[in-house]
């Protein structure tokens, strides 16, 4: 659904050149929602824009839905943007309008009979739950509310593509997750592909099966979900994990920990999908030379499936330990040495 090529975008802000995009690749394949994750700065706003074609790169290609957006017309680009519905951080609604007005403009403004554009703002407000506030003004809803306006202004042009710009990062937690679950149904249940941006890994966490994580205008890490949670590889990805998943031991607990009279080893284990079904640390506890304490477990879900998280510290002979890894890697879980510094 949307191809990026090798795209390249910068800005010149009057004093020095901001290179916002640096050689960005990136597949979202129809049905996915996908997430791009990045501190301030890292360059998703600017990714978002060529999708829409509010930007265009200044080398490489962006396709969408199989059409180059860079060489369409006016005409053509605003036929495309009527696929694409766009979902923002601060809702950009007219505040004193009604609900149905708001819902209504996108299909008004393409010409769409009013009969028929009528039918539709009721269908998606019934969709996002807010048939009884059809009437009511913009400026006297929560903001979760607003949010479900936006969305369903979004879908009223029934797009196969929804862009969403930080959609949750105004809300307070519980209305983010029923605005995420939305967002799934939507997805689920009327076949939207989802591109969103966040720097909340929980988003993430809780939506998307793919993933990218940017870093100055870079995409350095990307996969599913399980795969980038459960192995992440740079540093800047590691810290968004953390956020969701605590994997380190406390510095003062590390002191304790460590003990030179012991032969020891710290192991971060990761187990995921039906690995967690292994009742693998009791056959560790089993093993002959080998004692196991656990310093520290955890237990997210991931979209569909579960990951475990398990610190465990084995003590015993180096055969042993030995053993005990073999048998950790054996029944599929993911397995990292941890360096207790002192």
Known sequence: MIEIDHAVKTFDDGRREVHALRDVSLRVEKGDI????????????TLLRLVNGLEKP??????????????????????????????????????????????????LLAGTPRQEAERRVKDVLRFVELED?????????SGGQKQRVGIARALATS??????????????????????????????????????????????????????????GKIVEE????????????????????????????????????????????????FIGDSVKEPLIAELCRMQGLEVNILGANIQQLQDTVMSVFILQLIGGDEAISQAEE???GAGALRERMVLEA
């Not at 501190?39 to 998703?44: D, E, L």
């Not at 506030?133 to 809803?141: F, G, M, P, R, T």
């Open 34 to 45: 996908y997430g791009i994750v990045g501190f301030s700065g890292a360059g998703k706003s």
């Open 58 to 107: 200044d080398s490489g290609t962006v396709r969408v839905a199989g059409q180059d957006i860079s060489a369409l017309g006016s005409r053509e680009l605003l036929r495309l943007r009527r696929r694409i519905g766009m979902v923002f951080q601060q809702f950009n609604l007219l505040e004193r309008k009604t609900v149905r007005h708001n819902v209504a403009l996108p299909l």
């Open 133 to 141: 506030k059809e009437n009511a003004y913009v400026s006297q809803l």
């Open 159 to 216: 797009p196969e593509i929804l862009l969403c710009d930080e959609a949750t990062s105004a809300l307070d937690p519980q209305t983010t997750e029923s605005i995420l679950l939305l967002l799934r149904r939507v997805n689920r249940e009327m076949g939207v592909t989802i591109l969103l941006i966040t720097h909340q890994m929980q988003v993430i966490q809780m939506i998307c099966n793919k993933v990218a994580v940017m870093e100055h």
């Open 223 to 270: 996969g599913s979900v399980l795969d980038v949670f459960g192995m992440p590889r740079q540093e800047v990805t590691r810290r968004f994990v953390r956020t969701v998943i605590n994997d380190r031991i406390p510095e003062k607990f590390v002191s304790v920990v460590r003990d030179e009279r012991r032969n020891q080893q710290v192991e971060l284990l990761k």
């Open 327 to 329: 048998r950790i890697d």
